[in-house]
Nanobody, 124 residues
Framework: QVQLVESGGGLVQAGRSLRLSCAAS????????MGWFRQAPGKEREFVGA????????YYADSVKGRFTISRDNAKNTVYLQMNSLKPEDTAVYYCAADFDPFPREDQYEYDYWGQGTQVTVSS
């Protein structure tokens, strides 16, 4: 069992930055990969990026590559999503998710546990 709690969302102007955090509890955090997904109003939930159990491997959607960075601190049981150069189209509810496979994957159906989400709104 894993519990995930996201934080750090909010309203920000286009071009600015925001960092999301996801605190995990339960199963040993360093044993599984973590992913970030987002869902905009009226759209399907989409993959943003993922990170391996050690943090040594990351994988990003093309839409955020070069702007977003995922990192993790296994000592703090926390994964982060640093979002730079934000655009209005980045507006969405952002979710973190735990994948008991140790390496990052894009398919949301491979993920075992989900947080409740945090709203990110980017104004133009």
């Amino acid at each position: 069992q894993v519990q995930l709690v996201e934080s750090g969302g909010g309203l920000v102007q286009a071009g600015r930055s925001l960092r999301l955090s996801c605190a995990a509890s339960g199963r040993t955090f360093s044993s599984y990969a973590m992913g970030w997904f987002r869902q905009a109003p009226g759209k399907e939930r989409e993959f943003v990026g993922a990170i391996s159990w050690s943090g040594g491997s990351t994988y990003y959607a093309d839409s955020v590559k070069g702007r977003f960075t995922i990192s993790r601190d296994n000592a703090k049981n926390t994964v982060y999503l640093q979002m730079n150069s934000l655009k209005p189209e980045d507006t969405a509810v952002y979710y973190c998710a735990a994948d008991f496979d140790p390496f990052p994957r894009e398919d949301q159906y491979e993920y075992d546990y989900w947080g409740q989400g945090t709203q990110v709104t980017v104004s133009s």
